[in-house]
């Protein structure tokens, strides 16, 4: 199978209006004979099905939650981009544009990236039309702010929650639908596999969270909007529950995954206090705008911070990047931590950590100017640590946030299985190998509410769905295969919990493929893994039933995904020799520890069959060409 | 650090519930509540028990879904957080410390601490937009709104759906809920369409879903983890005043 990633033809601008004029339109009083089923609720998914049942057509929506307003989405702090150039300051859909081709190390399709520039400015709009509170001026007018990567201020927010106001924001649009009748949502479904009928996605088996049983839901295409994987490492800033199993599974039925090894360690996170912590807290980077990081000069310096003076501190990012300072990408920021830590400069008990310190900010514009940008943020800080950032300074250290990689898509977000379409993180698209602040939201709402509703109509307008119903032995036998899996699961009756099993994961995946790689490394960690899910299998232990109400359940078959994940990040982590963005092999650096890449070899996108469990999976690759921008080697300095 | 649990269990939504004890120990101050719950879970399962079972997701007083009754109050002994952000520290060494679910008819347990509160979700669903579809809109800046309208709009926006004000509430009253929503959208020129008809189909939803009625306790601002002020219930009250007038 070749890939087509469909780009269209045409100058770089032209793109996408072109393609749309070329896309087929369904006919709006033949809308509602269509039939989609979306998966999740986040920021892609709330916003896909809202805007696809406007138009017209039947929409099913289902998430693990309880409701559509608690997905993970609802956990952003720090913004939204779009290059309305408000501030005046030359941002234009050109500058966003090459900001996130270049944040990315040009390892992201122009065309893509291209598109969710020019479609930015809208989401900002749509959202200020159903009452998100974004942050104001005084005059009225919407304020911006700057966010690592940029040198514009192109960042709308609502305070520290403006996912929260985004998601509450396509919430609403969605909870309308749903009175209206025109969105069915069934709440607590864990979509367990994606059932394909003569070559066509045509619905889902879940699982009922409530009663155990399996269900059939049947459509015309399928959406998937399932968000990121990045709890395969057990710990991480995502939501606990976060998890894989949607678009692995639909893996396993024939959607390619591209880049899995691209996941984004995020620098200012809230460092581990202990082994039993249970998840990672971030602290949002707009604290990189105010907060000038540092650690001392001098190894094993275990004096207070208040009794360091000046010259012994090193301001580390101020000095090797003096353009960009503390505002460098996420990978560049996380790196250089962990190789401060790793001289032995680190602070705090563990010894890593690094100083994130606002007494500058603090004598410059008082106390209540930082407290009314970040107050929250210093609440939360105090909160987990019980220390006053205002006193002293943070603490902060990298943490595992994001997967640019996911299910491969075309320009139209189909995957390699016609009618299944991926949204939002759970997609590879546009970030290529290190995304960008506030370019996550921005991404998500611009798949949901301005390309899905144009691209699956043409999907649909073009294709010949035969009527299936839930008694077509592909449902059945996905459901016997899922109810075998559980019953394999259930009757194990090892010793070990799921968590155990899944933190394991997390420290091999942590040590070996985290912020620094190397071949060694990997080749040990995918021997390390394989036998772990060995184990996996026959040492989990699951009390209860599985016709019942089983958060042991639910976590296991999650976990079982992740061994199987995990296996496929390193694998891809192996396969690209070169260093690009977040992927830091330590064989491929410049002089100055700066990533490497590889243009000749590597300028495509990784994008992987499956070839069965425990195998190697099959190898294809999407080219990318640059036709508009330059590739040259990332600076910051 | 040891405690005490008195945790209720109750298998479904049918079956009576009652209280049993366990114990946590080797607690660090530093854990937060849920991470002893955890705690808590893991020896159940080494021990072959079923865990106690528990809404969370985000663990970081956003997602709204960790509501739960510790030691008498909803989200435990602390202002301003939910029960994910309280760390054990609050508590004091050998501590009874009594767990149960938020209670109110109209959130019915469906296993252990995990209540249904899907009443919310159907209240929204009443009346809790603006009527605007995708496309189409303004620019944003086409629609300026003062600083400090827009700051107390989101104030109000903050709600995270938890319910702990209906479990605070000696009436299970929804109001303090119903009020931030109301009062976001009819703060903004953006709500002022359908200011009316938003507020009456949200208070005729929640008398439906059985919320009891206000009283005018405070108990619910006292208890909000995003201390969402009371002045929105009057606010509120305000609304459906004008819109019964007129
Ligand atoms: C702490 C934090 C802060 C962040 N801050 C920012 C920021 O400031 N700016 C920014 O741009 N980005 C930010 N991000 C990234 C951004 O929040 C996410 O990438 C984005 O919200 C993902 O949205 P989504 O719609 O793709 O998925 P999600 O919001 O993760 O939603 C996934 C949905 O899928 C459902 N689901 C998942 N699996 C299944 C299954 N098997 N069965 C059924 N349903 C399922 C869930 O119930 C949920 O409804 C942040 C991320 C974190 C962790
Ligand atoms: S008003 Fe406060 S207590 Fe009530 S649901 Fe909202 S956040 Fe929770
Ligand atoms: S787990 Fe999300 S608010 Fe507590």
Redesign the interface.
């Known amino acids: 199978m070749t890939l087509d990633a469909k780009i269209p033809d045409g100058p770089l601008e032209k793109k996408w209006d072109t393609h749309r004029f070329n896309l087929k339109l369904v006919n709006p009083s033949n809308k509602r004979k269509y039939h989609i089923i979306v998966v999740g609720t986040g920021l892609a998914g709330a916003?896909a099905a809202?805007?696809l049942a406007?138009l017209g057509y039947r929409v099913t929506s289902l998430c693990y939650?309880?409701?559509?307003?608690?997905?993970?989405s609802?956990?952003a702090q720090g913004g939204i981009n779009a290059p309305?150039n408000?501030p005046n300051d030359d941002d234009s859909i050109w500058r966003l544009f090459y900001d996130t081709v270049k944040g990315g190390d040009f390892r992201a399709r122009e065309a893509n990236v291209y598109r969710l520039a020019q479609v930015s400015g809208?989401i900002?709009?749509?959202?200020?039309?159903?009452?998100v509170?974004?942050?104001?001026?005084?005059?009225?007018?919407?304020d911006n702010r700057s966010f690592g990567g940029a040198q514009v201020s192109r960042t709308f927010y609502?305070?520290g929650?403006t996912g929260?106001?985004l998601l509450?924001g396509a919430?609403?649009?969605l909870?309308?639908q749903?009175?209206k009748g025109q969105v069915k949502f069934y709440?607590r479904r864990d979509m367990m596999d994606l059932v394909v009928i003569d070559g066509q996605a045509r619905g889902v088996i879940v699982r009922n969270m409530?009663n155990g049983e399996l269900e059939t839901y049947i459509g015309d295409a399928v959406i998937l909007a399932t968000g990121g994987y990045g709890n395969v490492f057990y710990l991480s800033t995502n939501?606990?529950?976060s998890n894989a199993t949607a678009i692995w599974r639909a893996h396993k039925k024939g959607a390619f995954f591209a880049n899995p090894c691209f996941t984004q360690i995020h620098p200012t996170c809230i460092p581990l206090?202990?082994e039993?912590?249970?998840?990672l807290?971030l602290m949002s980077e707009s604290l990189r705008n105010d907060g000038r990081i540092w650690v001392p000069k001098q190894k094993g310096d275990k004096r207070s911070p208040k009794d360091i003076p000046m010259e012994e501190r090193d301001y580390y990012l101020e000095r090797l990047y003096p353009s960009f300072g503390n505002l460098v990408p996420r990978d560049v920021a996380s790196r250089r931590a962990k190789e401060v830590c790793d001289q032995g400069r680190g602070v705090g008990s563990t010894g890593l950590a690094v100083y994130l310190d606002f007494a500058d900010a603090i004598a410059r514009n008082g106390k209540q100017w930082v407290e009314e940008k970040y107050g929250n943020l210093f609440?939360?800080y105090q909160?987990?640590t019980?220390e006053n950032a205002y006193q002293t300074p943070m603490r902060i250290y990298p943490a595992v946030h994001y997967t640019m990689g996911g299910l491969w898509v075309d320009y139209n977000l189909m995957s390699t299985i016609p009618g299944m379409f991926v949204l939002g993180e759970a997609n590879f698209s546009d970030h290529g190998a290190n995304r960008l602040g506030a370019s996550a939201l921005m991404q998500g709402l611009a798949d949901g509410?301005?390309v899905i509703?144009y691209t699956i109509g043409d999907y649909l307008a073009t294709n010949k769905f035969k009527p299936v119903k839930e008694d077509h032995e592909a449902f059945t036998e996905s459901k016997k295969a899922i109810s075998e899996k559980t019953e394999q699961l259930m009757s194990a009756?090892g010793?070990r919990?799921v968590?155990?099993l899944h933190k394991e994961l997390g420290k091999i995946l942590w040590e070996h493929v985290g912020m620094a790689r190397n071949e060694a490394g990997l080749k040990k960690a995918i021997s390390m893994i394989t036998a772990l899910r060995k184990q996996f299998w026959s040492d989990v232990?699951?009390?209860?039933k599985a016709n019942?109400?089983n958060?042991?359940l639910e976590k296991a078959h999650r976990v079982a995904d992740f061994m199987e994940l995990g296996e496929m990040i390193a694998r891809d982590a192996l396969h690209r020799e070169e260093s690009c963005g977040c992927h830091l092999r330590e064989e491929y650096q410049t002089d100055e520890n700066e990533a490497k890449r590889n243009d000749k070899k590597f300028a495509y996108v990784a994008a992987w069959e499956f070839g069965g469990t425990g195998k190697a999976p099959k190898l294809h690759k999407e080219a990318l060409k640059f036709e508009n921008v330059h590739l040259t080697q990332r600076s910051y300095k | 650090m040891n405690f005490t649990l008195k945790v209720w269990r109750q298998k479904?939504r049918n079956s009576e519930g009652r209280f049993e004890s366990y114990t946590a120990t080797n607690i660090?101050p530093?854990?937060?509540f849920?991470?002893m719950l955890?705690?808590v879970n893991?020896d159940?399962?080494?021990k072959?028990?079923?865990?106690i079972?528990f809404?969370?997701?985000?663990?970081?007083?956003?997602?709204?879904?960790c509501g739960m009754f510790i030691k008498g109050r909803a989200h435990g002994p602390q202002k301003?957080?939910a029960a994910c952000?309280l760390?054990m520290?609050s508590f004091v060494d050998g501590d009874l410390i009594t767990v149960e679910p938020f209670r109110a008819q109209a959130f019915p347990v469906?296993?252990d601490l995990?209540i249904?509160?899907?009443a919310?979700?159907r209240i929204?669903?009443?009346g809790?937009?603006?009527?605007?579809?995708?496309?189409g809109?303004?620019?944003?800046?086409a629609?300026?709104?003062?600083?400090t309208i827009?700051?107390e709009?989101?104030s109000a926006?903050?709600c995270?759906?938890c319910g702990a004000c209906v479990a605070a509430c000696k009436n299970a009253s929804a109001s303090l809920f119903v009020a931030a929503k109301v009062s976001?959208?009819a703060l903004?020129p953006?709500?002022q369409q359908e200011r009316k008809e938003r507020v009456e189909a949200m208070l005729a939803q929640m008398d439906k879903e059985g919320f009891g009625s206000c009283s005018n306790t405070y108990a619910c601002e006292a208890e909000c983890p995003k201390e969402i002020s009371v002045s929105n219930i009057a606010r509120m009250n305000r609304e459906y005043l004008k819109a019964a007038l007129g």
């Open positions: 916003s809202a805007s406007e939650h309880e409701s559509p307003r608690r997905a993970h609802i956990a309305k408000y809208s900002i709009d749509q959202c200020v039309a159903q009452g509170p974004f942050a104001r001026e005084y005059g009225g007018l919407l609502a305070r929650q929260q106001q509450l919430y609403s649009a909870s309308r749903i009175h709440d409530i939501a606990k529950q206090a202990s039993h912590q249970s998840k807290t609440d939360m909160r987990i019980g509410y301005f509703p009756q010793k919990t968590d155990d232990r699951i009390p209860g019942d109400l958060p042991e | 479904n660090t530093d854990m937060s849920l991470e955890d705690a893991h159940l399962v080494e072959n028990q079923e865990p079972a809404d969370h997701d985000c663990r970081e007083g956003i997602c709204g879904s301003g957080g952000q760390h520290r469906i296993k995990i249904d509160r899907t919310f979700d929204m669903q009443a809790g937009f603006v009527s605007v579809n995708t496309g809109v303004p620019d944003a800046n629609i300026p709104i003062p600083k827009a700051d709009a989101f926006a903050a995270i759906g976001q959208l903004l953006q709500g």
